[in-house]
């Protein structure tokens, strides 16, 4: 697998690294056929949130895009781009970071 970017909705560039892929299906296996709308998700959220990191952001879409209720995508941020951190399923909104 190669890099992928994505543009989020604030022009922000941000990357999917192999390595961060590797690390997403080892801790999440069942998000492996879910990549696309990790990217949608990104792209597209239903629900944005800042993270528990300063530079951090949560990005989710709903609707049974992923493996649950919904799909979060952790992107961290460093200048004007970002990478995604990890992503996962959940069954419900987080409340806040």
């Given at each position: 697998?190669?890099?992928?970017?994505?543009?989020?909705?604030?022009?922000?560039?941000?990357?999917?690294?192999?390595?961060?892929?590797?690390?997403?299906?080892?801790?999440?296996?069942?998000?492996?056929?879910h990549?696309?709308?990790?990217?949608?998700?990104?792209?597209?959220?239903?629900?944005?949130?800042?993270?528990?990191?300063?530079?951090?952001?949560?990005?989710?879409?709903?609707?049974?895009?992923?493996?649950?209720?919904w799909?979060?995508?952790?992107v961290?941020?460093?200048?004007?781009?970002?990478?995604?951190?990890?992503?996962?399923?959940?069954?419900?909104?987080?409340?806040?970071?």
């Open positions: 697998m190669t890099a992928d970017f994505v543009q989020d909705p604030d022009g922000r560039r941000v990357e999917l690294t192999a390595e961060r892929w590797q690390h997403i299906l080892e801790a999440h296996a069942e998000i492996d056929e990549r696309d709308e990790i990217m949608r998700a990104v792209r597209n959220p239903d629900h944005r949130l800042p993270g528990r990191e300063a530079n951090e952001e949560w990005f989710l879409i709903g609707g049974g895009a992923g493996p649950s209720r799909l979060q995508v952790v961290a941020y460093g200048e004007d781009r970002g990478w995604i951190v990890t992503a996962f399923a959940r069954r419900s909104l987080p409340r806040q970071a």
